[in-house]
Each structure stands twice: as structure tokens, then as C-alpha cells.
């Protein structure tokens, strides 16, 4: 008897951590921004699987870096395409887990060979999302 309360404890343990849910693959769509007195950084996950950053965006300028993105169980792969400080080499793909909590993004590293990315989704987490 006591074997069988074990077995079905670690089978429900078992099933509430692979049971987690993960992120819709359309919660990153939106802008999110880093506010600061000065200058605000935007990063917009658009709905064709592009996503642009605008590192100075109260310039009203263009976005810097445009790149593609994929998101999948709870994750998001990001690569750059163009743009000024875009990491456009084969390699330099981002990998990052998600969360969005209250219109806020947090965004956890896997694995980025893009220091300057990697910099920037890891400062905080993005507020104020805006579709």
C-alpha cells in the first residue's frame, strides 16, 4: 500500500512539472520598452516573424536592428538581419526563454553569441507592452 501511495505521488509530481505552461507563441507580439530619463529602449515582435529594435527610440528615427525570431514551447530564437550593431554572422543566434507577467516581458538566456544582444534582453525585463 505504501509503494502504491509513493508511485502515485512521483507520477503526479511527474505530471504537474512536464504539465507547466508554456507561453502562447503570440504573447511576445507587441512593444516592449526599457523607460529611462532619458532615452527609451523599444523591441517589437511583429505577427510576420520579424522583430526591430530602437535603441533610441524617442528620436522617432527608424528602427536600428531588424531580424527574424521563432518562438517555440516557451522559447523564442532570435537571429538579426540588418541594421547598425545587428550580429548578422551565421552563428550569432539568440535562444531565450519567455515570460510575460502583467505587460511585462522577462526574458531568460539560453545560449546568444551576440554580446551586444545578450546585453540588451538581459539589462531587465521589458515593461509597458503596447499592441
Excluded at 4 to 18: D, G
Excluded at 40 to 58: A, C, P, R, W
Excluded at 101 to 118: F, P, S, V
Aim: glycine share 8%.
Amino acid at each position: 500500500m505504501k509503494n502504491t501511495h509513493l508511485i502515485l505521488f512521483i507520477l503526479m509530481a511527474y505530471l504537474v512539472s512536464n504539465c507547466e505552461s508554456k507561453e502562447p507563441e503570440d504573447a511576445l507580439i507587441g512593444k516592449w520598452v526599457y523607460e529611462f530619463p532619458d532615452n527609451n529602449i523599444m523591441l517589437e515582435f511583429k505577427t510576420d516573424g520579424t522583430y526591430g529594435v530602437d535603441t533610441h527610440s524617442n528620436d522617432e528615427r527608424p528602427e536600428e536592428i531588424i531580424g527574424v525570431y521563432k518562438v517555440k514551447e516557451g522559447e523564442v530564437t532570435m537571429k538579426d538581419s540588418l541594421g547598425m550593431g545587428a550580429c548578422n554572422q551565421a552563428d550569432q543566434i539568440g535562444n531565450y526563454t519567455f515570460k510575460v507577467k502583467e505587460d511585462t516581458l522577462y526574458l531568460q538566456l539560453i545560449q546568444d553569441k551576440c554580446d551586444g544582444r545578450k546585453r540588451l534582453m538581459m539589462t531587465k525585463p521589458f515593461g509597458l507592452r503596447m499592441k
